[in-house]
C-alpha cells in the first residue's frame, strides 16, 4: 500500500532550527511543515505589513528556507524522494514571502524551484460595521483601531498550488491540521467530501502541528514523565497510508520519546469537544482514537472519524487595545519578602497619588504569589531568599503607560534598601478577537513564482 512521510519543522514562528534540518536530511519525507503562525502573529505581521508594503512574512522565513532547500534540491537533482516545504510563513503577506524564497533559492544556486503564494485569508475589505465578534464587541466600535481579519483557509489552496507541480508552497492564514491535510488529499486523491479520511487526516496534522509538543516536549515532568536528552529533542513525522491511517515517530537517535501518553496529551491540545473537532475541511471526530506501540519511538494512530465541514469559516481579528507598561526589582536576602511587599505597597500608592489612569493593574511578587495567589502561594511554608516584584497596568494613554515602569525604577533610592536589577518596558496591545464569515466570501487563490 503507498504511504507517504510528512515531517513536522516547526510548531511556532521562533522554533529551533536544528531538527527541522535532521529531518529534511534523514527524514526521508515527501513533504516538510512549518507551522509557524498564531493568531497574534498575524495581527502583528499586518502591523508589520503596514510599514513597509514588501514586510508582514515572518522574520525567519530566510533562515529556514536557506536551511532546508539545498535537500529540496538534492532530492530533485540526485533523483531520490522529493522534498517539498509547505508553509505559514507567508502571514500577512505570502506573495513577498515567496519572492523571498526565491531570491534565496537563487542565492543558494538551487535552480528550477516552483513556489506557490496562497492568498484570499485576508477578508478585513470583506467585514462591515455590523459583524459582531466573540468579545461583544461590533467592527464599528472597534474603529481605527482595527488592523487585521484573517480567515482560517482549508487545504485545498493548497492541493491546488501541490498540483501545479509547486516544490514551496507559503500560506497566510490556514489552519494548523490544514497545512498537514493538503498533501494526503494530494498524493492519495481523497474527495474532499470523503469525511471520514478528512477526519483522519485532521488527526495526524493536529498531532503533527506542535512540533516537539508530541515528542516529549511541554510533556517532561522529572520524576514524573521523564524524557531522554531533551536539548537534541527530535520532531515528529508521520507515515501515512491511503486509508489516513499513521505511524508517528522520529528520527533514529535523536532526543524525546513517543509513546502513547505522548500522542494522548497531544490528541486533547486545543481540543474542546473531540466528537467535534471543528475545522474548515471537516468537522473530526477523535472520540475513536487509539494509540498503540509499534516499535520504540513508534506509535500507530488510527480510529479518527469524520463529519460535513462547518458552513463559515473563523475569522481572527486584531485590533491595538491600548498599553501596557511595567516595571520589576528584585530583593534578596533576609527579609526580602517583606521589602518586596513594602515595595509594592509603595508602588501602588503612588499610582493612586500621581493620578496614573489606567485600566487594569496587577502587582506580584514573582516566586510568591504571581501564579497562585496569595492563598495558595502561602502554602509553601518559609522564607524566600529572593523575590521580584511586578507591576503592570494597562492603560489608554502611552504616556500614562510609562509612568507605571517610572515608579518602579525609582523604589532604588525611595523605596525599601537592597533592591536590584531594575527595568521597565512599554509595549502596544495587540489583541485578537474572532467571528465567523459564510465559506463563500472567502476566495483563496494560487500564485506561481518560477525559481530561475
Given at each position: 500500500?503507498?504511504?507517504?512521510?510528512?515531517?513536522?519543522?516547526?510548531?511556532?514562528?521562533?522554533?529551533?532550527?536544528?531538527?527541522?534540518?535532521?529531518?529534511?536530511?534523514?527524514?526521508?519525507?515527501?513533504?516538510?511543515?512549518?507551522?509557524?503562525?498564531?493568531?497574534?502573529?498575524?495581527?502583528?505581521?499586518?502591523?508589520?505589513?503596514?510599514?513597509?508594503?514588501?514586510?508582514?512574512?515572518d522574520p525567519l522565513l530566510g533562515e529556514r528556507m536557506c536551511r532546508v532547500l539545498p535537500f529540496v534540491a538534492r532530492g530533485r537533482?540526485?533523483?531520490?524522494?522529493?522534498?517539498?516545504?509547505?508553509?505559514?510563513?507567508?502571514?500577512?503577506?505570502?506573495?513577498?514571502?515567496?519572492?523571498?524564497?526565491?531570491?534565496?533559492?537563487?542565492?543558494?544556486?538551487?535552480?528550477?524551484?516552483?513556489?506557490?503564494?496562497?492568498?484570499?485569508?485576508?477578508?478585513?475589505?470583506?467585514?462591515?460595521?455590523?459583524?459582531?465578534?466573540?468579545?461583544?464587541?461590533?467592527?464599528?466600535?472597534?474603529?481605527?483601531?482595527?488592523?487585521?481579519?484573517?480567515?482560517?483557509?482549508?487545504?485545498?489552496?493548497?492541493?491546488?498550488?501541490?498540483?501545479?507541480?509547486?516544490?514551496?508552497?507559503?500560506?497566510?492564514?490556514?489552519?494548523?491540521?490544514?497545512?498537514?491535510?493538503?498533501?494526503?488529499?494530494?498524493?492519495?486523491?481523497?474527495?474532499?467530501?470523503?469525511?471520514?479520511?478528512?477526519?483522519?487526516?485532521?488527526?495526524?496534522?493536529?498531532?503533527?502541528?506542535?512540533?516537539?509538543?508530541?515528542?516529549?516536549?511541554?510533556?517532561?515532568?522529572?520524576?514524573?514523565?521523564?524524557?531522554?536528552?531533551?536539548?537534541?529533542?527530535?520532531?515528529?513525522?508521520?507515515?501515512?497510508?491511503?486509508?489516513?491511517?499513521?505511524?508517528?515517530?522520529?528520527?533514529?537517535?535523536?532526543?524525546?520519546?513517543?509513546?502513547?501518553?505522548?500522542?494522548?496529551?497531544?490528541?486533547?491540545?486545543?481540543?474542546?469537544?473531540?466528537?467535534?473537532?471543528?475545522?474548515?475541511?471537516?468537522?473530526?471526530?477523535?472520540?475513536?482514537?487509539?494509540?498503540?506501540?509499534?516499535?520504540?519511538?513508534?506509535?500507530?494512530?488510527?480510529?479518527?472519524?469524520?463529519?460535513?465541514?462547518?458552513?463559515?469559516?473563523?475569522?481572527?481579528?486584531?485590533?491595538?487595545?491600548?498599553?501596557?507598561?511595567?516595571?520589576?526589582?528584585?530583593?534578596?536576602?533576609?527579609?526580602?519578602?517583606?521589602?518586596?511587599?513594602?515595595?509594592?505597597?509603595?508602588?501602588?500608592?503612588?499610582?493612586?497619588?500621581?493620578?496614573?489612569?489606567?485600566?487594569?493593574?496587577?502587582?506580584?511578587?514573582?516566586?510568591?504569589?504571581?501564579l497562585h495567589g496569595s492563598t495558595l502561594g502561602a502554602r509553601s511554608g518559609g522564607e524566600p531568599w529572593e523575590v521580584r516584584l511586578r507591576v503592570a497596568a494597562r492603560c489608554a494613554d502611552k504616556a500614562?503607560?510609562?509612568?507605571?515602569?517610572?515608579?518602579?525604577?525609582?523604589?532604588?533610592?525611595?523605596?525599601?534598601?537592597?533592591?536590584?536589577?531594575?527595568?521597565?518596558?512599554?509595549?502596544?496591545?495587540?489583541?485578537?478577537?474572532?467571528?465567523?464569515?459564510?465559506?463563500?466570501?472567502?476566495?483563496?487563490?494560487?500564485?506561481?513564482?518560477?525559481?530561475?
Open positions: 500500500m503507498k504511504t507517504l512521510r510528512i515531517g513536522s519543522g516547526a510548531g511556532y514562528s521562533g522554533d529551533r532550527m536544528e531538527p527541522a534540518v535532521e529531518l529534511a536530511d534523514k527524514g526521508e519525507l515527501d513533504f516538510l511543515v512549518f507551522e509557524c503562525l498564531a493568531e497574534r502573529t498575524i495581527a502583528l505581521a499586518q502591523q508589520a505589513r503596514l510599514a513597509d508594503s514588501e514586510a508582514g512574512f537533482e540526485a533523483g531520490q524522494r522529493r522534498l517539498r516545504i509547505i508553509s505559514n510563513m507567508g502571514a500577512a503577506n505570502p506573495l513577498s514571502a515567496a519572492r523571498e524564497v526565491r531570491r534565496i533559492a537563487a542565492e543558494l544556486g538551487v535552480h528550477g524551484l516552483k513556489i506557490a503564494a496562497l492568498t484570499g485569508d485576508d477578508v478585513l475589505a470583506q467585514l462591515n460595521a455590523e459583524h459582531l465578534l466573540d468579545n461583544g464587541l461590533t467592527v464599528a466600535a472597534l474603529g481605527n483601531r482595527l488592523i487585521s481579519a484573517n480567515a482560517y483557509l482549508g487545504a485545498e489552496g493548497i492541493v491546488e498550488a501541490l498540483k501545479a507541480d509547486a516544490d514551496v508552497v507559503i500560506t497566510g492564514r490556514v489552519a494548523d491540521p490544514s497545512l498537514f491535510l493538503a498533501p494526503q488529499l494530494f498524493t492519495f486523491g481523497w474527495a474532499q467530501d470523503d469525511w471520514m479520511r478528512l477526519g483522519r487526516g485532521t488527526l495526524i496534522g493536529h498531532l503533527l502541528e506542535c512540533a516537539g509538543q508530541i515528542t516529549g516536549g511541554y510533556f517532561a515532568d522529572p520524576g514524573v514523565k521523564d524524557v531522554a536528552d531533551l536539548a537534541r529533542l527530535g520532531f515528529p513525522l508521520a507515515e501515512v497510508d491511503s486509508e489516513g491511517r499513521a505511524v508517528i515517530s522520529k528520527v533514529a537517535g535523536s532526543g524525546g520519546r513517543i509513546d502513547t501518553a505522548t500522542c494522548t496529551e497531544q490528541m486533547i491540545y486545543e481540543v474542546h469537544d473531540p466528537r467535534a473537532y471543528l475545522t474548515p475541511d471537516v468537522t473530526a471526530d477523535f472520540s475513536g482514537v487509539s494509540f498503540s506501540v509499534v516499535a520504540p519511538d513508534e506509535v500507530r494512530a488510527q480510529g479518527a472519524d469524520g463529519r460535513a465541514r462547518p458552513e463559515t469559516l473563523k475569522v481572527s481579528v486584531g485590533y491595538l487595545d491600548g498599553w501596557i507598561g511595567e516595571g520589576q526589582i528584585s530583593y534578596g536576602g533576609p527579609g526580602a519578602l517583606a521589602r518586596a511587599q513594602l515595595a509594592r505597597d509603595v508602588v501602588l500608592e503612588r499610582l493612586k497619588l500621581t493620578g496614573v489612569t489606567c485600566d487594569e493593574v496587577r502587582a506580584e511578587l514573582i516566586g510568591v504569589d504571581s500614562e503607560a510609562v509612568r507605571v515602569g517610572n515608579e518602579v525604577e525609582t523604589l532604588y533610592t525611595n523605596g525599601p534598601y537592597g533592591g536590584g536589577g531594575a527595568t521597565k518596558a512599554v509595549r502596544q496591545v495587540v489583541a485578537v478577537a474572532s467571528l465567523l464569515l459564510p465559506r463563500d466570501a472567502v476566495n483563496a487563490q494560487v500564485h506561481l513564482e518560477d525559481a530561475s
